[in-house]
């Protein structure tokens, strides 16, 4: 008997579009380097971005799946146990070197910093698209189970 699984990789985003995940990393990173510009001792910052719920609908300018606005929603502490929370929407994020939007960050519900951007947009590398139509492909793994019947050994309890 022979099984065969085919699976699809998660693929990057599309020009104009969007990834939670991307804004997630980019705004915990450089939302903390903000902070401690600013001289607040960050120990952990833990971001999430999703779209929904006013977190973004869909451009109209582009095709109906395009993301253009993130909700994003972080939390953490300083060294001396405050609380952070650094909160507000993303327009757009550039290969993990910023996120441009409007956020807003507090330490024990005191607004210490409000941006339009976070990080240096300037260092951003253009992102690599495969070849083809410049959208994403995907990659398929085939996997090949194999079970042998009947069994080579005498599995019968006792012997």
Request: aromatic share 2%; proline share 7%.
């Amino acid at each position: 008997m022979t099984a065969v699984a085919l699976g699809v990789a998660a693929c990057s985003p599309m020009d104009g579009q969007l990834s939670t995940v991307a804004v997630s990393i980019t705004t915990d990173q450089k939302g903390t380097d903000a902070l401690e510009k600013k001289g607040i001792d960050v120990q952990w910052l833990s971001c999430t971005s999703s779209f929904g719920e006013g977190g973004g609908a869909p451009n109209s300018s582009k095709s109906p799946s395009v993301r253009s606005v993130a909700t994003v929603d972080c939390e953490g502490r300083t060294k001396d146990n405050r609380e952070i929370t650094l909160t507000g929407k993303v327009t757009q994020e550039l290969s993990g070197a910023c996120v441009r939007g409007d956020l807003t960050a507090k330490v024990s519900g005191k607004t210490v910093l409000r941006a339009k951007v976070l990080g240096n947009c300037a260092d951003a590398k253009p992102t690599t698209r495969p070849p083809g139509n410049g959208g994403p492909q995907p990659t398929v793994t085939v996997t090949t189970t194999v079970t042998v019947y009947p069994p080579t050994c005498d599995c019968r309890p006792g012997k």
